[in-house]
């Protein structure tokens, strides 16, 4: 792995080519991003060695396309279009349905593998990238069968020297089940931090009075929107059914305090106290 | 202060405690609590000198009520009845109206102090007590000129050695106030913990896409259902309030989305992210 070309040097981006700096001093990450500014501030970080037009990044060993998952769908198939054979080209999108249907009938299909590092924080741009951000993480692939053989070794191998699991699944399954640990968890944060701004002119009275429970339930409402619209509109259908069990769920509770029902709010609360095993990992 | 009683030795009560061991070893702690095993607990784990029984445990300078809310209405007026003059009572409940009301007309209100120290995890019982847990946060007193001087003197040098900021509020804003940054919070964990495990029967598969923005945004639903349940019901009117407008909001965004509005599902998160300024204290 003598090249890699990062395009999209943010979070995940930025990270990866940071991991890839570690591990392999002597590989050459060129970056490619639409947005100048982010382009000179990954040099200046040292995220990435180069900054090089798309068109000389796709002659790497290994392209990572980390940019918005809409944009990952018009840039892909030219990706693959001109990158050389032994070329694997890696995206890291959220949603994994629309991605592959874009690129199913490319004539260089086998050049792709279709993944979701489910890694990342709050944070956006090549100044939020960390070294070894996907430690102990888990990363999604999708259709692993539809990579070529030499090319999902190489890609395994890089995923496994920087830290990650691995979980194979359908594109349908992905990203059904990430819209309830994922993007619901976005949406909640969101609502919650739009809801309390709303309510409270006086902003310096929430902070006096917001303690660590409000500060790590509404972090995700500080995500990048520029990042997240277009993961809503991909995955529309999922995230709308997720939306609709949520609120389901939330009127029916105040349902239960209406009607003085406290324990019934007890017993809810505390069926889903079991959260914790699970997020142990106990099950 | 020689002699203090902790009335319920759980995660805030405890954690006092062990503060106050920390500042004055001198001082005797107290423990006083109906749950026999966190009584014990707590003297294993040295949370507490001595298990008392309430009657003994109302000779101290200064007694805290730590229990669930709906509790400390019924203990409060008892523990009042029989503490000597120059004792303080200082609750630490998450509303403040029902218990002020309680004890409006009591002929020692002024021994009561009534505060909401805004600090805590998701864990509960003396296991959870953690020295330092005060540390940078803020109390919140309300009707402080119900107390009386000398005893408001006490009360406000022991927050402030255990490293407290202090703010004044009427019961009726705290209570209105704390259901947005704190009671919803809660409900908005709850929920999203109970729509993800509704859905996802194999558990293994939540906690393998889970990433560490669903386990921030769900901890809160770890938190004890004996402690927010007492919680939501005093706090009735607003907690419902608080609960009506987050669900229009999720309803406003998923109808954004089902719209394919997604200028204005970008311009949602935008104006939302904000909150990054709040929490910083920039504003």
Same mark, same amino acid.
């Given at each position: 792995m003598t090249k890699v070309c990062i395009i999209g040097v943010g979070l995940i981006g930025g990270s990866i080519a940071l991991d890839i700096k570690s591990l392999y001093p002597k590989t050459e990450i060129m970056g490619v991003d639409s947005n100048e500014t982010h382009l000179k501030e990954a040099l200046v970080l040292n995220v990435i060695d180069t900054a090089v037009p798309l068109e000389e990044g796709v002659n #790497? !060993? @290994? &392209? /990572? &396309? +980390? /940019?918005? @998952? !809409? #944009?990952t769908k018009k840039v892909l198939p030219k990706v693959l279009d001109l990158v050389p054979e032994n070329t694997v080209v890696i995206d890291v999108g959220s949603t994994k349905e629309a991605i592959c249907m874009t690129v199913e009938n490319h004539s260089k299909r086998r050049n792709f593998m279709a993944t979701h590092p489910i890694a990342g924080t709050e944070f956006s741009g090549p100044s939020a990238a960390i070294k070894g951000l996907f430690k102990g993480k888990t990363n999604i692939i999708c259709e692993v069968e539809n990579t070529a053989f030499k090319l999902q070794e190489i890609a395994l191998k =890089?995923? +496994?020297d920087i830290g990650m699991r691995i979980r194979y699944m359908k594109p349908k399954a992905h990203d059904k089940h990430i819209a309830y640990v +994922?993007? =619901?968890s976005h949406i909640s944060a969101f609502m919650l931090g739009k809801t309390v701004i709303e309510k409270e002119k006086n902003e310096r009275d929430i902070f006096d009075l917001a303690g660590s429970g409000f500060e790590s339930t509404v972090r995700l409402a500080k995500s990048s929107p520029a990042m997240w619209t277009p993961i809503f509109e991909e995955n529309k259908t999922n995230v709308i059914e997720t939306l609709d069990e949520y609120i389901y769920n939330l009127k029916h509770f105040k349902t239960l305090i209406e009607n003085d029902d406290f324990e019934a709010v007890y017993n809810d609360m505390k069926q889903t106290n079991h959260i914790k095993d699970i997020l142990n990992g106990l099950v």
């Open positions: #790497a !060993n @290994v &392209v /990572i &396309v +980390s /940019i918005p @998952v !809409n #944009a =890089l995923f +496994s +994922s993007h =619901l």
